[in-house]
């Protein structure tokens, strides 16, 4: 998070520069005479724009707008460069190479839809910002060459941006393979240096124990009681394993900061917004409580990816003084739980069965709400007990 929130700082000082720079092009001779007498209302244009960055810079540092929020970004930039071309010489403005920059950006932030999207709007607002050039003889050819220029970098920028998309997709999967094949070995070496030993051992210990049944009843039962110690030994291992199984991301780098990592991960892999908001101050969750909500968590967000075909999945962790409670809401298709079967119902085609189970394991409840068309939230709520 601190890291997008850098980023984002250098993208405002750019843009900040971009518009100084604007000012001083605007006083240059060649522009001052193309701008016939509209240099002052192109002064207040870039007062404007150093309001709404301003701003835009407040609310995105603060992370108070959603992602969704970038289409409006994409629009107020659009309107600004429209607007520049128009007041400084339309058809033979400079200020249209400037179109650029928010197609190029969107393509890095391998965008493909945002991408096309903002290509199509700058093409149509270019012939909007020049229209009043129509009656120059070169019009027409100029609009067509540059609105085809326009349409052959869009194309590029968003082929880009799907090629990149699917690459980060499958670099994705290649890690989670390739941790999921240590882990099973792991696992695999744990259970046969281990477990596996124990329970060799108490097999041939019993068998020797039936065999002496017959002839010395009383040894065969003492061999078989002496077994108990051997059992716990195996227990005791089958504990270590499961405690193997966690999610080794919570235990290292803590709650919160796993579920940052999981949601950027997560958006980086569906093109999907995942916002993360912290309501209360962050206090530490008992271990299990941790691995538990972070198990529902990624439940929750798997279903808003298979199943909801949502644009943003929003996470919610409210630390409260006597309850935690963590939220995963979605905007996506949402479901009718009533229309369900009841054998099958929301608890089977959603894994609400599953998180129900991992919830009550440390005495806390998960609820779904849902609406055909008003997208699912799912909470889960554990209480702060003694200890």
Request: aromatic share 8%; with cysteine; net charge positive.
């Amino acid at each position: 998070m601190e890291a997008a929130k850098k980023r984002s700082a250098v993208f405002f000082v750019q843009y900040g520069a971009l518009l100084c720079a604007a000012l001083v092009w605007v006083n240059t001779a060649p522009v001052r005479e193309r701008a016939d007498g509209h240099v002052v209302q192109f002064y207040w244009l870039i007062g404007a724009a150093f309001c709404y960055l301003g701003v835009r810079a407040a609310l995105v540092l603060a992370t108070r707008v959603r992602e969704r929020a970038n289409y409006l970004w994409d629009a107020a930039d659009l309107g600004i460069i429209s607007g520049a071309v128009y007041l400084t010489g339309g058809i033979n403005s400079e200020a249209a190479l400037v179109y650029f920059w928010p197609i190029i950006t969107s393509s890095v932030q391998r965008l493909p839809r945002r991408t096309a999207a903002v290509g199509l709007a700058s093409g149509l607002l270019y012939v909007a910002a020049t229209w009043s050039s129509r009656a120059d003889p070169k019009y027409a050819t100029a609009l067509i060459f540059r609105v085809l220029l326009l349409a052959m970098v869009t194309w590029l920028a968003a082929h880009y941006a799907k090629t990149e998309q699917a690459l980060i997709e499958e670099l994705t999967r290649l890690r989670e393979q390739v941790a999921l094949s240590e882990y099973r070995q792991r696992l695999s070496q744990e259970m046969h240096d281990g477990i596996q030993h124990y329970l060799a051992d108490i097999a041939v210990r019993l068998e020797l124990a039936r065999r002496l049944v017959a002839s010395a009843p009383a040894e065969a039962a003492r061999r078989a009681v002496d077994q108990r110690f051997a059992v716990r030994q195996a227990a005791a291992e089958l504990r270590h394993l499961i405690r193997l199984l966690r999610s080794p991301v919570v235990e290292r780098e803590g709650f919160v900061e796993a579920v940052a990592r999981h949601l950027a991960a997560f958006a980086e892999r569906a093109a999907v917004a995942a916002p993360l908001e912290i309501d209360g101050d962050v206090r530490p969750l008992p271990a299990d409580v941790a691995q538990t909500a972070f198990r529902i968590l990624q439940e929750a967000v798997m279903n808003a990816e298979k199943h909801a075909r949502a644009s943003e999945v929003r996470v919610t962790l409210c630390f409260g003084t006597d309850r935690f409670a963590c939220i995963v809401r979605d905007n996506g298709t949402g479901f009718d739980r009533a229309a369900l079967p009841e054998a099958e119902g929301a608890a089977s085609g959603f894994g609400l069965l599953s998180m129900a189970q991992r919830a009550q394991s440390v005495a806390g409840t998960v609820e779904i709400s849902s609406a055909p068309g008003a997208g699912t939230a799912v909470t889960f709520t554990v209480p702060f007990g003694e200890g």
